[in-house]
């Protein structure tokens, strides 16, 4: 009977899952259940308590072990007849190259980022291994599957870019809550506790640009300054101060709300000085015992706000000296998420605009993905019932199926016909790209880094034209020609050794992934700044326009936060937070912008970077 | 509120603890604090643990139920541990201990917060007052009458108790769901909160429905499994014993019922009666983990009266890859 074939193709076949989060553990256990006999699980992460509520193989106790590991010990409890390989390790190593993935039947994908979605699906295109990839977020979910030549790759349709601000709309005209954020982690927490040598715009701009004195040193604390002095010192520099200096640029305020300088004498009128933080269950610090706050869903006063940042920034240098310099953003540092919230609040608060709760800003700061198990366990299921079919290789019947909170014509799963392969994606078809770039004044690094690692994804490129070979990344390489490649770099394209000119075709190859594209130059003088910050345009990909695309009736499919991608119907949209600020964030990017991509722990990363090579193209479906 | 109660100490009821929110947060930004406060104060029994209900159990105990209460006589069969995670096979002797009781260790291990704990017994042996215990009921692995007769009782308690019904056969999977009468709040589109009210039928008022009567695509499913529940009923099988060769006499009986009901045979393909029957009790992994998904969704939605309740069937089958919700209830006139 049909069991019994099943069986069989199972029995025999040989996986690769590729994550062990939320959809890993769910998708190991059906596995295993199911009798695959076979699996091989690669995750690069160590087990967090966030995890604990539906990442259900793991336990308090593993917190800080391997997910792979742990995830196969557990499944081997109820199965221990099978065999699970785990590898604790990132599956962009190099050991996970096209001849590891040749010994798999078939590729299962439960990760969280972009970058990694891209590397796998080039692994499985150049080993002609099948790929079933998913991503859960909330109640919204989807399977697609990936099989070269047959259907699309992974990357044949664009993705969302990164949510991204203009510098100016952070630093000086925030309008709201998460802009205050971003200036909160990426301006002020970096100058305060991140690499002193980067770069940093957290002045704000008085006219014709002009930074405020240029007083670089007033975030150096004197000797003679103790460390409350100190810390009311910065709290009226950046909400007071800077933003007296930004309201004499009237030309700015003419058309907005002008922002409310905040001084601590307002806020505060008489500071006590404060006991020292505790120490949390983990050992992290907090600064919210010794103001008096715990409801981690309430929002505090202006003034409570201000008693936390002063708390906050004085433990970083009381207690946490050490890693000052070096420190990034990371929503799992409880002093860190204080001080953000606190920071982003007080600057909202000048800006008119609502404060909110720490658990609130948490969520917006560290792009933190909704998650449930449910959701997971579904998608786990569709995941293992289509690789299935791969292993059956049940012709034409594969489909990718979209998980939705909202019935849509009845339906919680709606399977749809997978789509074929796009003709001009330049990862699964051999189709040039064109490059518009100026070849007498870009250097190849920037041209190594804006096109081929940031738009291309590519992790060991390797750069030839005609017979020349001009760049190369990898370990072994010679000192002498290691050295000829760091020169290259720094090098404008036309003065390399094989010159870049108009009409030059550059071959760019990543050996890892075993993908290999042509970029015909097309010389260019000029970019406009604005629309085209990185001075340089990639085309020549287009996503496929496809009538029937669509699943629903509606006419206007989206592509949503992360990899979740769903037809435009009103009900799946009804709850969907933050959906429109998504789409408003192509609008308001222009000129430089700040990064907020920022891996979850889990399921599925936020929004990616844009693989895709203009603007326009994003909107396409 | 259950035994957590305990251990959150002195809190205040409107507040989570800093352990629940550490470990609820990724679910809290999804169904929001007051859901999963009300979500902790619910009370759920599940009787007859199959891979689906085992699924289940995993999905509410993570979410954070108040207490989950288990009851399954059965000892471990290899039948019963094919689609079952919650049992260790490490060789331990399970001696006599049923089915519920091997499976309340893993749960309660899944989240400490949760308090988890079996019955023994049958479910008919119970009376109506033993169910005003729980808020839900999951009855999996049961036949058409026992199905009944929870629901009449759960339908005759002073306070309301939901009522599912869960079965896995092989390539797809059923939920039926009664929530009596059902008042929750949603949100609208301009951001205000409307009240809405659903009724629902019993299962054996549903099962009444006229075929005719019935909305015009339903599932072929849905009557599939009338006519296999039925068969097990009249030859007084049990749940899923059945085999390819009851065809004849299930093909006797699909054209009996069709006749009665004024439904074309067609409705009914013999394809798909020989793939229930040839599924019998077996149950496929993927498939209780949809289903066991979508039912722990469903149970969490009614316990923190948040979510759009499914009405009043569901159904999953890995053939063509949909999952489909059905209203099976004569339209209330208008």
Known sequence: MDSDIRRMAIKDAKVLMVGAGGIGCELLKTLALSGFQDIHIIDMDTIEVSNLNRQFLFRKSHMGLSKAKVARDAVLKFRPHINITSYHANVKDAEFNVEFFKQFNVVLNGLDNLDARRHVNRLCLASNVPLVESGTTGFLGQVTVHIKGKTECYECQTKPTPKTYPVCTITSTPSKFVHCIVWA??????????????????????????????????????????????????????????????????????????PTPIFIRDVLPKIKTKKNGILFENGSVSALPSVGLKNPQEIWS?????????????????????????????????????????????????????LHSLFEAKGIAGNIVHAVATTNAIIAGLIVIEAIKVLQDVNNNYRMTYCVEHPIRKMLLMPVEPFE???????????????????????????????VKNKLGMTSPLIMIGSTLIYEVGDDLEEDIAANYTRNLEKVLFELPAPVTHGTILNVEDLLQELSCNINIKHREEFDEEKEPDGMVLSGWTSQVDKDRTTSSSTEPQIKDNNVIISKSEEVFRNKRKLSEISKSDEAATGKEIDLNDDDDDDLVLLDEDPGHSNKMRKLR | MGSDECESGGHKAEELTAQETALYDRQIRVWGVDAQRRLSKSHIMVSGITGATAEFCKNIVL?????????????????????????????????????????????????????????????????????????????????????????????????????????????????????QNYTYSKKTKDGSTTKCCMTYPSIEDAIAVPWKELPKRVTKLYFAMRVIEKFEHSNGRKYGETGVSDLSDILNLRKELCASQALNESHIPVKLLERVLAAGGKEHPPVC????????????????????????????DSYDGKGVIEDISIPIAT
Not at chain 2, 67 to 88: C, G, K, R
Not at chain 2, 293 to 304: D, H, N
Request: hydrophobic fraction near 35%; include cysteine.
């Open chain 1, 185 to 258: 982690k990426e301006l002020l927490f970096a100058k305060l506790f991140g690499d002193k040598n980067q770069a940093n715009d957290l002045n704000v701009h008085s006219k014709d640009g002009d930074s405020t004195n240029h007083k670089e040193d007033v975030f150096e604390r004197s000797s003679e300054e103790n460390f409350d002095e100190y810390c009311c010192r910065i709290y009226d520099h950046v909400f007071g101060y800077n933003i007296e200096v930004a309201l004499t640029n009237e030309e700015t305020w003419r058309r907005r709300k002008k």
């Open chain 1, 421 to 451: 392969p796009n003709k001009s994606c330049y990862v699964c078809s051999e189709t040039p790209l064109l490059l518009e770039i100026n070849t007498r004044s870009t250097k190849l690094k920037d041209f190594v880094e804006k096109i």
């Open chain 1, 302 to 354: 202006i003034a409570e706000n201000t008693n936390v940042f002063l708390e906050a920034l004085k433990l970083f240098f009381e207690q946490r000296k050490k890693e000052i310099g070096n420190l990034t953003f990371d929503k799992d540092d409880q002093l860190a998420v204080e001080f953000v919230t606190a920071a982003a609040n007080i600057r909202a608060s000048s800006f008119g605009i609502p």
């Open chain 2, 63 to 179: 979410a954070g139920i108040g207490s989950l209460t288990l009851m399954d006589q059965q000892l471990v069969t290899e039948e019963a541990l094919q689609a079952n995670f919650l049992i260790p096979l490490d060789g331990t002797d399970y001696g006599e201990k049923s089915l519920a009781e091997l499976c309340c260790n893993s749960l309660r291990d899944f989240n400490p917060m949760v308090q988890v704990s079996f019955v023994s017994g049958n479910l008919l042996q119970f009376d109506g007052e033993f169910f005003d215990k729980f808020d839900a009921v999951i009855v999996g692995h049961s036949s058409s009458t026992t199905k009944k007769i929870i629901n009449e009782k759960c339908r005759n308690r002073p306070k309301p108790v939901a009522f599912y019904t869960v079965d896995c056969r092989d390539s797809f999977g059923e939920i039926f769901v009664d929530l």
């Open chain 2, 289 to 316: 983990s949809i289903i066991g998904g979508t039912l722990g969704q469903e149970v969490i939605k009614a316990m923190s009266g948040k979510g759009d309740p499914i009405k009043n069937y569901y159904y999953f």
